[in-house]
């Protein structure tokens, strides 16, 4: 067989497969229960009204051939009025919105549908962790800009280069913020100024606390002239696992993502956008009270930490290491994982980002072996 391709030699490791080795191990060699704080999988599923939308919609006799390949129109428009509803952004169902089996797909897919080889994609650093492996298979060149503490961890977008593509996500992952304000203003500013595209991860959207409301990039003026926002089902609805999501903004980029669908895959199978529309239509007090839960975890095992650690979105806890502590550490003798900050780019060094996204007992038990392990330092 002839050498592997250049591009997959170009991948990363994938951080999370390692994270979950490196967990799996610590659990099997033995010793108490290991908290694991570690992986942002949300820990409850989606409302009943969803799931039996899935099921009814799945007993049809007509559903399960090829769905339309760009999917429903019915799902479009449900995500449509979301916009509106929500985020005080109008769209065009037709040309604006592009249905994706998971936001990851896209991350890779708009690079590829941004960047030629050779070309400039700028990172938030930190940044998720998956973000690279995009601009790696496009072959184009990997740059970062600085997301600082003292700035709020807002880049300084004035001082960033010219770039095929400009990628941001607010709430952020990991960094727990929501975008401070300006920052999405100086994005279009960017993008007018370079001619960059904007790519903005949504995903956390609408897991924000302290009587925050949702945002949207492209409610900012002039965005959807120079971007796009990927908007997941996964964190609002508890439907990780269902791989439906979608990329929403300009019309040219929308169609660059359609032309790469048309060819890579045939539709999104249609009891899933029903479900998702159930979802995005029917009732919302399910999303009132994930977001609820996530905040009162938030704030208990907050108050463990001897500095406050930042939080104001996502169900993530972004926090700096005391001196003596590190993630393997706290791992290897206290027993919680978490992951670690180097994992999300240079400037994560000395942090590290917890999950909250998983039961009350998990995040008492997490909390009160934090609390034994920043005291051990401390002492």
């Known amino acids: 067989m002839r050498a592997r391709p250049k591009r997959l030699d170009r991948l990363p490791q994938q951080y999370f497969v390692a994270l979950l080795g490196r967990v799996a191990a610590a659990a099997a060699a033995g010793g108490p229960a290991l908290v694991d704080l570690g992986r942002g999988n949300p820990e409850l599923g989606p409302p009943r009204h969803v799931v039996e939308a899935l099921a009814e919609t799945a007993a049809r006799a007509d559903v399960h051939g090829y769905a339309p390949i760009r999917g429903l129109a019915r799902t ?3 995500l449509a ?45 930190p940044f998720y962790p998956d973000y690279p492996s995009g601009p790696a298979l496009a072959g184009a060149r990997l740059e970062t800009v600085p997301l600082r ?38 994005a279009v500013r960017w993008a007018e100024r370079t001619g960059g595209a904007v790519v903005h991860d949504a995903a956390y959207a609408d897991i924000v606390f302290d009587g925050r409301s949702p945002q949207s990039f492209l409610a900012t003026p002039g965005a959807l002239d120079v971007g796009v926002e990927m908007w997941s089902m996964s964190k609002t609805y508890g439907m990780a696992g269902w791989r439906i999501g979608f990329v929403v903004g300009n019309a040219e980029i929308v169609e660059r993502i359609n032309l790469l669908n ?118």
Not at 279 to 296: I, K
Request: with cysteine.
């Open 76 to 78: 479009k428009d449900a």
């Open 81 to 125: 009025g979301r916009y509106r509803d929500v985020y005080g952004v109008e769209l065009d169902p037709e040309r604006e919105i592009a249905i994706v089996p998971g936001t990851k797909t896209a991350i890779t897919e708009l690079a590829l549908s941004l960047a030629n080889e050779g070309d400039r994609i700028l990172l938030p650093d």
């Open 149 to 186: 503490a003292d700035r709020g961890w807002s880049p300084d977008l004035e001082a960033a280069p010219d770039a095929a593509a400009l990628y941001l996500n607010y709430p952020s992952n990991p960094c727990a913020v929501c975008a401070p304000p300006g920052t999405f203003d100086d």
């Open 262 to 379: 048309d060819h890579n895959r045939v539709g999104i199978f249609e009891p899933l956008q029903r479900a998702a529309i159930a979802a995005l239509e029917g009732p919302q007090d399910s999303v009132a009270s994930r977001v609820a839960a996530y905040e009162r975890r938030r704030d208990a095992i907050a108050a463990v930490f001897p500095e406050p650690p930042v939080c104001e979105g996502t169900f993530f806890v972004w926090f700096r290491l005391p001196d003596g502590l590190t993630a393997e550490r706290l791992l290897e003798e206290h027993r919680v994982a978490v992951a670690p900050g180097e994992g999300f780019g240079p400037s994560g060094a000395g942090w590290a980002r917890l999950s909250v996204a998983v039961d009350d007992e998990t995040i008492e038990l997490g909390a009160e072996r934090l609390q034994r392990a920043f005291a051990r330092v401390a002492a």
